[in-house]
Nanobody, 124 residues
Framework: QVQLVESGGGLVQAGGSLRLSCAAS????????MAWFRQAPGKEREFVAS?????????YHADSVKGRFTISRDNAKNTVYLQMNSLKPEDTAVYYC????????????????WGQGTQVTVSS
């Protein structure tokens, strides 16, 4: 069982930055691929970024955030991060941390565990 707790959300002006953190319980954090998803009001949850299990250098980002967001992980701290730069109003959403006992994550069908979400609001 893995518990995920997100933090770091908030209100920011367009063009600003935020860093989301997701702390995971358990001693087997490195075996899980980790990802961030987001869900805006009235929209489906969408993939944002993922990082391969046990690796700090292999990751994927959705086209909508590529070049602005960066996912990373610190296996020693059981934590995954999402650095968000050049934020836009359309990035406003609840951001969810997710874990999967697979090699990598590209969509929500392989997710085993979800966090509770953290709100990110970008004002224009």
């Amino acid at each position: 069982q893995v518990q995920l707790v997100e933090s770091g959300g908030g209100l920011v002006q367009a063009g600003g930055s935020l860093r989301l953190s997701c702390a995971a319980s358990g001693r087997t954090f490195s075996r899980y691929a980790m990802a961030w998803f987001r869900q805006a009001p009235g929209k489906e949850r969408e993939f944002v970024a993922s990082i391969i299990r046990s690796s700090v250098n292999q990751y994927y980002h959705a086209d909508s955030v590529k070049g602005r967001f960066t996912i990373s992980r610190d296996n020693a701290k059981n934590t995954v991060y999402l650095q968000m730069n050049s934020l836009k109003p359309e990035d406003t959403a609840v951001y969810y941390c997710a874990a999967s006992d697979t090699l990598f994550i590209r969509d929500s069908t392989v997710i085993d565990y979800w966090g509770q979400g953290t709100q990110v609001t970008v004002s224009s």
